[in-house]
């Protein structure tokens, strides 16, 4: 209980600070995107949040008006939906600023298992519904490990069977860790290494790396973590089949 008020009164202040340190750079971003098209600079849509509820969820629009109208799910970096401004923001991670609204309403948390679309989380086996206890957040293991998903996914023919194939079940795999080992240090620490990672993915790899160490994590997900093998497709957690369809 103590450690849920703590976390809350960490995430307020943070989500505070931030959106007004900001404010500046992501008033420049909103112009950039609206002048491409003239369109709306916000993209806003459905997630799943903690016990399976969903909210709208803000981000910085990184793709042409309707581009989520075609169905696909999973983005890859040589997506032709992403405009010219969006390749940017996605390599910058900009995109992510405006979740702390979603942070500051109570939507979302700073630190959590990265929020899906209900067409995803309908796929997930009775273990990985154990990520839908906490709230979603901004950042976590694997968002660190992970934030090279566009480029894993290029050039793949189906980038959402891919997604369920490569990432998923390692997404996921760390999501259950940080459910099992999360508290305000590790919170803390995480949001400190995501900040290290816009100036050096390599570093916070092997930050990331020597955290899960220390909270005695596997050895495979260590390794999962250094990002130093190639993928391979695996079955999600709870499921001892390699995903070939999103057909529930």
Do not use: C
Not at 11 to 28: E, M, Q, Y
Not at 86 to 111: C, P
């Amino acid at each position: 209980m103590l450690n849920s008020f703590v976390k809350r009164i960490l995430d307020v202040t943070l989500a505070i600070v931030g959106l007004i340190v900001l404010s500046f750079p992501l008033g420049i971003v909103l112009i950039l995107i609206w002048k491409q098209d003239f369109k709306s600079p916000f993209y806003v849509s459905n997630r799943v949040g903690r016990g399976g509820n969903l909210f709208r969820i803000v981000k910085l629009r990184t793709m042409v008006v309707n581009a989520d109208k075609n169905g696909i799910d999973s983005t890859s970096i040589n997506d032709t939906r992403i405009t010219p401004i969006g390749h940017f923001i996605r390599a910058y991670k900009l995109d992510e600023i405006t979740q702390l609204w979603n942070v500051l309403v109570g939507d979302m948390s700073l630190v959590g298992p990265r929020p899906n679309v209900k067409s995803e989380t309908d796929l997930y086996t009775s273990l990985e519904r154990k990520l839908l206890k906490l709230k979603p957040g901004i950042t976590d293991f694997a968002s660190i490990v992970f934030s090279d998903e566009g480029e894993i996914l290029a050039g793949k023919s189906n980038t959402d069977i891919a997604y369920n194939q490569l990432i998923r079940p390692r997404k996921s795999e760390l999501g259950l860790f940080y459910v099992d080992n999360n508290n305000i240090f590790v919170d803390i620490v995480i949001i400190l290494i995501t900040i290290f990672s816009v100036f050096s993915r390599t570093f916070a790899l092997k930050l990331n790396s020597r955290l899960l160490m220390l909270l005695n994590a596997s050895e495979e997900l260590i390794i999962t973590a250094q990002r130093q093998k190639r993928l391979f497709p695996k079955p999600p957690p709870g499921s001892n089949k390699i995903v070939k369809s999103r057909n529930i």
